[in-house]
């Protein structure tokens, strides 16, 4: 039996997620920082998904905390469970949006042999929709910390809480590939809701037909109707 230490929560599970550089990282290891205040035989685990092969380890783009981490397949989620240290009291998942089904029974046996289990990832893709299982997991999660970054576009500066993707300097279409590596510094940025740009996305405005674009006179986007004979 464990002592007990108040910085690891058993059977809890914590997520920080929001878009691309809104610090994601840097508070997920903030968090796990904590533990290596605690005697030794206090085990954690961090693990990141084999795609994101930028770093070998877990480092924040803005402070100097790194980690490392174990890589586990996303195709293949349960493999957290077999790498982990069987000891480990606390796990941390990393770009948790790239695991595949799968990702959210790992979480759940973990809390179940209460692991406290510390979640980082975009909780939105670039369309501004669900990424992969994190609808899922915000849903599970215990703690949720939403975290915001500072709008790109040029001279808005507001409180982001999308990722913009651009294609040669343009908003990437809809229908443009989900996931995209290796590239992000010069194809992402952090925009807010009005500033966020996906051109060619179907309305969830029932049978209404029509997009949101982008205007430039405004410098914020509206929805237009496609077919301009059912405007009134
Ligand atoms: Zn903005």
Redesign the pocket.
């Known amino acids: 039996m464990h002592k007990y230490y108040p910085v690891i929560k058993p059977g809890v599970l914590e997520i920080y997620c929001g878009p691309m550089k809104s610090g994601k990282t840097r508070e997920l290891l903030n968090r796990v920082d904590k533990l290596n205040y605690l005697p030794e035989e206090v085990k954690f685990d961090i693990f990141k998904p084999v795609l994101d092969t930028r770093d070998p380890v877990v480092s924040s783009r803005f402070g100097s905390l790194s980690y490392d981490c174990k890589f586990a397949d996303e195709k293949s989620p349960y493999e957290i469970l077999e790498k982990m240290n069987p000891a480990s009291m606390l796990v941390a998942i990393d770009e948790s949006q790239f695991f595949h089904g799968g990702i959210e029974e790992v979480v759940k046996e973990l809390i179940g042999n209460n692991v406290n289990v510390v979640v980082g990832g975009l909780d939105l893709d670039f369309r501004g929709e669900p990424f992969g299982k994190m609808d899922y997991l915000l849903s599970m999660a215990d703690e949720v910390y939403k975290l915001r970054g500072v ?1 790109d ?1 040029h001279g ?3 409180p ?1 809480t999308r990722t913009q993707r651009l294609i040669g300097g343009e908003p990437a279409p809809y229908d443009s590939e989900i996931v995209l590596i290796g590239d992000e510094e010069e194809g992402y940025e952090c ?2 809701f ?2 966020h740009i996906v051109p060619s996305s179907p309305t969830s405005e029932g049978l209404r037909q029509g997009t949101l674009i982008f205007d430039e006179s405004k410098q914020r986007r509206l929805f237009y109707d496609d077919h301009p004979n059912l405007t009134h």
């Open positions: 709008c576009y808005c500066g507001s982001a925009r807010c009005d500033h």
